[in-house]
Protein backbone atom coordinates (compact mmCIF):
# COMPACT_ATOMS: atom_id res chain seq x y z
CA UNK A 1 0.00 0.00 0.00
CA UNK A 2 2.56 2.18 0.83
CA UNK A 3 4.81 2.12 -2.19
CA UNK A 4 1.58 2.56 -4.49
CA UNK A 5 1.27 5.97 -2.61
CA UNK A 6 4.84 6.62 -3.04
CA UNK A 7 4.26 6.15 -6.84
CA UNK A 8 1.46 8.62 -7.00
CA UNK A 9 4.35 11.15 -5.29
CA UNK A 10 3.16 11.02 -1.71
CA UNK A 11 5.53 11.89 0.96
CA UNK A 12 4.48 11.21 4.10
CA UNK A 13 4.31 7.46 2.50
CA UNK A 14 8.00 8.02 1.70
CA UNK A 15 9.05 8.97 5.07
CA UNK A 16 7.25 5.98 5.93
CA UNK A 17 8.58 3.67 4.20
CA UNK A 18 12.18 5.11 4.24
CA UNK A 19 11.52 4.98 8.23
CA UNK A 20 10.30 1.31 8.22
CA UNK A 21 13.41 0.35 5.75
CA UNK A 22 15.96 1.84 6.51
CA UNK A 23 17.21 -0.01 9.47
CA UNK A 24 16.68 -3.20 8.19
CA UNK A 25 18.97 -1.97 4.59
CA UNK A 26 21.43 -0.93 7.02
CA UNK A 27 21.55 -4.58 8.89
CA UNK A 28 21.59 -6.19 5.81
CA UNK A 29 24.10 -3.92 4.00
CA UNK A 30 26.10 -4.74 7.49
CA UNK A 31 26.00 -8.31 7.03
CA UNK A 32 27.09 -8.11 3.51
CA UNK A 33 29.07 -5.00 2.91
CA UNK A 34 32.96 -4.57 4.10
CA UNK A 35 33.04 -0.98 3.62
CA UNK A 36 31.17 0.30 6.06
CA UNK A 37 31.48 3.77 5.17
CA UNK A 38 29.19 3.31 2.42
CA UNK A 39 26.47 1.51 3.95
CA UNK A 40 24.41 5.17 4.27
CA UNK A 41 24.95 5.98 0.81
CA UNK A 42 23.67 2.82 -0.54
CA UNK A 43 20.54 2.86 2.28
CA UNK A 44 20.06 6.63 0.82
CA UNK A 45 20.82 5.30 -3.00
CA UNK A 46 18.19 2.40 -2.63
CA UNK A 47 15.39 4.72 -1.01
CA UNK A 48 16.51 7.25 -3.84
CA UNK A 49 15.65 4.25 -6.21
CA UNK A 50 12.31 3.28 -4.39
CA UNK A 51 11.01 6.73 -4.61
CA UNK A 52 11.58 6.73 -8.02
CA UNK A 53 10.53 3.36 -9.64
CA UNK A 54 7.88 2.92 -7.13
CA UNK A 55 5.49 2.88 -10.11
CA UNK A 56 7.58 -0.15 -11.46
CA UNK A 57 7.07 -2.26 -8.67
CA UNK A 58 5.37 -5.35 -9.95
CA UNK A 59 4.04 -7.21 -6.49
CA UNK A 60 5.09 -10.46 -7.83
CA UNK A 61 7.43 -10.46 -4.47
CA UNK A 62 6.95 -8.72 -1.14
CA UNK A 63 7.85 -5.01 -1.03
CA UNK A 64 10.75 -5.80 1.81
CA UNK A 65 12.50 -8.53 -1.39
CA UNK A 66 11.57 -5.86 -3.65
CA UNK A 67 13.81 -3.21 -2.15
CA UNK A 68 16.48 -5.12 -0.65
CA UNK A 69 16.95 -6.73 -4.21
CA UNK A 70 17.59 -2.58 -5.14
CA UNK A 71 19.68 -2.68 -2.52
CA UNK A 72 22.06 -5.82 -3.31
CA UNK A 73 22.29 -4.52 -6.83
CA UNK A 74 22.90 -0.68 -5.41
CA UNK A 75 25.64 -2.37 -3.33
CA UNK A 76 27.32 -4.05 -5.94
CA UNK A 77 27.66 -0.66 -8.20
CA UNK A 78 29.03 1.17 -5.60
CA UNK A 79 31.76 -1.30 -4.39
CA UNK A 80 32.80 -1.61 -7.95
CA UNK A 81 32.78 1.84 -8.24
CA UNK A 82 35.02 2.23 -5.03
CA UNK A 83 37.34 -0.16 -6.41
CA UNK A 84 37.43 1.30 -9.97
CA UNK A 85 37.69 5.11 -8.03
CA UNK A 86 34.15 5.93 -10.07
CA UNK A 87 31.03 7.17 -8.78
CA UNK A 88 28.13 4.55 -9.13
CA UNK A 89 25.20 5.23 -12.03
CA UNK A 90 21.83 5.26 -11.54
CA UNK A 91 20.74 2.94 -14.39
CA UNK A 92 19.34 -0.30 -14.48
CA UNK A 93 18.78 -0.49 -10.61
CA UNK A 94 15.43 -2.42 -11.21
CA UNK A 95 15.54 -5.31 -13.05
CA UNK A 96 12.91 -7.42 -12.28
CA UNK A 97 14.27 -10.10 -9.76
CA UNK A 98 12.23 -13.01 -11.31
CA UNK A 99 9.32 -13.68 -13.35
CA UNK A 100 6.14 -13.81 -12.68
CA UNK A 101 5.18 -16.23 -14.65
CA UNK A 102 5.05 -20.42 -14.24
CA UNK A 103 8.72 -20.73 -14.91
CA UNK A 104 9.44 -18.46 -12.16
CA UNK A 105 6.81 -18.92 -9.78
CA UNK A 106 8.36 -23.06 -9.51
CA UNK A 107 12.00 -21.90 -9.35
CA UNK A 108 10.56 -19.50 -6.16
CA UNK A 109 9.02 -22.61 -4.88
CA UNK A 110 12.15 -24.98 -5.24
CA UNK A 111 14.02 -22.13 -3.82
CA UNK A 112 11.29 -22.25 -0.80
CA UNK A 113 11.47 -25.59 -0.20
CA UNK A 114 15.45 -25.97 -0.23
CA UNK A 115 15.86 -23.23 2.33
CA UNK A 116 13.11 -24.60 4.44
CA UNK A 117 14.91 -28.13 4.61
CA UNK A 118 18.26 -26.28 5.32
CA UNK A 119 16.67 -24.09 7.94
CA UNK A 120 15.09 -27.57 9.26
CA UNK A 121 18.19 -28.72 9.31
CA UNK A 122 19.50 -26.28 11.60
CA UNK A 123 20.39 -26.76 15.60
CA UNK A 124 17.38 -24.97 17.27
CA UNK A 125 19.67 -22.14 18.66
CA UNK A 126 20.85 -21.32 15.42
CA UNK A 127 17.45 -21.62 13.74
CA UNK A 128 16.03 -19.28 16.02
CA UNK A 129 18.44 -16.15 15.48
CA UNK A 130 18.40 -17.08 11.68
CA UNK A 131 14.34 -16.82 11.94
CA UNK A 132 14.36 -13.82 13.78
CA UNK A 133 17.47 -11.79 12.10
CA UNK A 134 16.18 -12.13 8.65
CA UNK A 135 12.60 -12.84 8.82
CA UNK A 136 11.68 -10.94 11.59
CA UNK A 137 14.43 -8.18 11.02
CA UNK A 138 15.75 -8.33 14.99
CA UNK A 139 19.28 -6.92 15.85
CA UNK A 140 21.40 -8.89 17.84
CA UNK A 141 20.99 -7.02 20.69
CA UNK A 142 17.26 -8.07 20.87
CA UNK A 143 17.98 -11.52 20.31
CA UNK A 144 19.76 -11.55 22.94
CA UNK A 145 17.95 -10.23 25.17
CA UNK A 146 14.93 -11.97 24.02
CA UNK A 147 17.04 -15.63 24.05
CA UNK A 148 18.54 -14.32 27.73
CA UNK A 149 22.37 -14.92 26.54
CA UNK A 150 25.48 -12.52 25.56
CA UNK A 151 25.41 -10.72 22.10
CA UNK A 152 28.55 -12.68 21.49
CA UNK A 153 26.63 -15.59 21.77
CA UNK A 154 24.35 -14.33 18.74
CA UNK A 155 26.97 -13.57 17.19
CA UNK A 156 28.72 -17.08 17.23
CA UNK A 157 25.07 -18.78 16.80
CA UNK A 158 24.62 -16.44 13.70
CA UNK A 159 28.07 -17.54 12.36
CA UNK A 160 27.77 -20.84 12.33
CA UNK A 161 23.87 -21.17 11.42
CA UNK A 162 25.11 -19.50 7.94
CA UNK A 163 28.04 -21.73 7.52
CA UNK A 164 26.19 -24.62 7.45
CA UNK A 165 23.47 -22.97 5.38
CA UNK A 166 26.00 -22.04 2.82
CA UNK A 167 27.14 -25.96 2.99
CA UNK A 168 23.67 -27.18 2.83
CA UNK A 169 22.11 -25.15 -0.07
CA UNK A 170 25.89 -25.50 -1.64
CA UNK A 171 24.77 -29.18 -1.32
CA UNK A 172 21.47 -28.78 -3.20
CA UNK A 173 23.29 -27.01 -6.12
CA UNK A 174 21.96 -23.52 -5.25
CA UNK A 175 24.81 -20.92 -5.67
CA UNK A 176 25.46 -19.27 -2.41
CA UNK A 177 27.84 -15.66 -1.97
Known amino acids: MLVSRVARGDVAAFEA ?15 TTRAGHLIDEIVNDTMLV ?58 RQELRRQLSEALDALPAEQRRVVMLTYFEGRTYSEIAVMTGCPVNTVKTRMFHARRRLKGLLADSGRAVA
Open 50 to 107: VWRKAATFNRCSKVSTWILGIAARRRLKALDAARDGAQPTGADETAAPAECGPEGQLM
Open 17 to 31: LFLRYAPRLGRFLGR
